[in-house]
């Protein structure tokens, strides 16, 4: 007989659903207890897919008292009644909020959740002012059930995050947005918990500015797992998962977490956390039976891409980062910080805190997210266009492992033939940003910028059979750069090395906007 098949919830953010259809559930009701007892409003920052949406499900089951869909799991055995509390789940997720002219997307979303319980409760608000019926129907809630309302609210800022790239829209919705949320201040008598979920924290939006007592607790060490799968639940809840896949790849089990870990773990949301695991990418691989750079696929929002090619941005010390708490935790839309975006758009981590002084070190989290990563970036940097990447990378590798120096350099000169014409910074930079992207998408041992006793390699490229050493100049010569290799003697570290060392001297013009000479010589 085969094997029962697991029901993987590929997408599934309905925790009722997921319960009556018999999906596998990784249990998080253990934080349900602390937060009942905890503030009267909480705020959760984590990226896209890593189940913001089911935990906020599984509250609205939980404050409705649907104790049934809870039975074998920890919250079943917490000291609670299970009556049932008004709740309000306002949904912000459906709308992109980047095409109406008139803002009405955002206020049809809240205009169809008022409804549903103004109809149920037989009331018509004496004011057709959208906040206005918020503050009427809270209240109303309240007085029908004699309890507190909980009002659940799911991707909170994502008009705001969809426009960041366009003040007026941002502004715009900003103000709608803070006269919906000044209810949270102003209704407190009659709420019982307030519960956002999203990406960022804005500052300037008066659910932040207007509420002293909220519990951001998105670096909270005691929530860092609220989101996502540790270790520990990977080898508990997806055994089956793992022997399907050690077993297809003939693989130990062992050695099947130790290569989910390389491609998906790795990401930290506190300055003590474990390893948590993308949920949607591991979800993905135990269902599909196979790896792949899931999490990427379901798309990048286009703001990162926009907001790096405004910003004179050094890539190699971005994804290397060292920022404080602040700078992580919101975005401001007069002041972005490219640390910020990458943080919580989930290209970057937190890989150790300092805490001496009090500063984050960040770095990309997985295998998954640097190819995703570098890929998404290239066409910005580069004349290729997306679908060109993969089969441009596996012939560059197939050049570089051969030592066929020629004919990669010739590649490169005709990736960036036309480079940079809508770039904004420093072309220099943006040579070097570009040859790192290429680099690091060969899944090669690369460095840029590395360091030897009175010199720096601008790229240096680690195979099986060869150490390629490359100096860039610009608007130099190529000879200029070769023999700066050889003087500053930047072969010397590998002299005992078994590997043929190549030096390449690289000139890029800024008139033939390209990549116009190279040299070549065996150290």
């Not at 960040?362 to 089969?391: H, I, T």
């Not at 030897?452 to 680690?462: A, G, K, W």
Request: hydrophobic share 40%; charged share 30%; glycine share 6%.
């Amino acid at each position: 007989m085969g094997r029962k098949a697991v029901k993987y919830p590929i997408g599934q953010q309905s925790f009722e659903v997921l319960r009556k259809g018999g999906y596998l559930y990784v249990d998080k009701t253990m934080y349900l207890n602390e937060i009942v007892n905890g503030s009267q409003y909480y705020f959760l920052g984590r990226p896209r897919r890593f189940g913001k949406s089911l935990f906020l499900s599984i509250m609205q089951a939980f404050f409705e008292g649907k104790r049934e869909f809870f039975k074998g799991l920890h919250a079943d055995s917490m000291d609670w009644d299970w009556e049932p509390y008004p709740v309000i789940y306002l949904d912000l997720n459906p709308q992109r909020y980047q095409e109406d002219a008139d803002f009405s997307d955002l206020d049809i979303i809240v205009d169809e959740t008022l409804k549903i319980h103004e109809e149920r409760l037989e009331i018509t608000s004496p004011n057709e002012n959208l906040s206005a019926r918020f503050s009427f129907l809270i209240r109303k809630l309240s007085e029908a059930t004699g309890k507190g309302v909980v009002i659940l609210v799911d991707e909170y800022d994502k008009p705001l995050v969809n426009n960041i790239n366009d003040r007026q829209r941002f502004i715009t919705y900003r103000n709608k947005l803070a006269a919906l949320y000044s209810n949270f201040k102003s209704s407190v008598p009659y709420l019982r918990l307030v519960f956002l979920s999203g990406v960022s924290r804005f500052g300037k939006l008066s659910v932040f500015s207007g509420l002293n007592n909220i519990s951001d607790i998105s670096f909270d060490e005691d929530y860092s797992a609220v989101c996502g799968i540790t270790e520990e639940e990977l080898i508990e809840n997806f055994k089956e998962g793992i022997n399907v896949l050690a077993e297809k790849y003939k693989r130990t089990p062992e050695q099947e977490i130790a290569m989910l870990k390389r491609h998906y773990d790795g990401y930290h949301f506190s300055e003590v956390c474990p390893d948590v695991y993308n949920p949607f990418s591991l979800l993905q691989v135990f269902a599909k039976r196979n790896y792949s750079n899931f999490w990427i696929s379901s798309g990048t929002p286009t703001l990162l891409g926009e907001q790096l090619k405004r910003m004179d941005s050094d890539l190699e010390e971005v994804i290397h980062s060292i920022c404080d708490k602040n700078t992580l935790e919101g975005l401001d839309i007069d002041n972005i910080s490219v640390e910020a975006l990458l943080y919580q758009t989930d290209y970057l981590t937190i890989k150790k805190y300092e805490e001496d002084f009090s500063l984050y070190y960040l770095g990309l989290p997985n295998e998954e997210v640097k190819k995703g990563f570098f890929e998404f970036l290239l066409p910005y940097y580069s004349s290729l266009s997306k679908a060109k990447v993969a089969p441009f990378i596996f012939n560059l590798v197939t050049d570089i492992n051969n030592g066929r120096v020629d004919d990669f350099m010739k590649r490169l000169q005709s990736l960036f033939a036309g480079f940079g014409h809508d770039l904004k910074f420093e072309e220099e930079r943006n040579v070097a940003n570009a040859m790192l992207i290429v680099f690091s998408l060969i899944g090669m041992h690369v460095d840029a910028e590395v360091r030897t006793s009175d010199d720096r390699i601008d790229i240096l490229v680690r195979t099986t059979d060869y150490v390629y050493i490359m100096e860039l100049k610009y608007d130099r010569c190529a000879r200029e750069a070769l023999e700066q290799i050889e003087r500053k003697e930047n072969a010397l570290p590998w002299t005992v090395d078994s590997r043929q060392v190549i030096g390449i001297g690289i000139n890029f013009s800024s008139e033939k906007r390209k990549i116009d000479e190279w040299m070549v010589k065996r150290l």
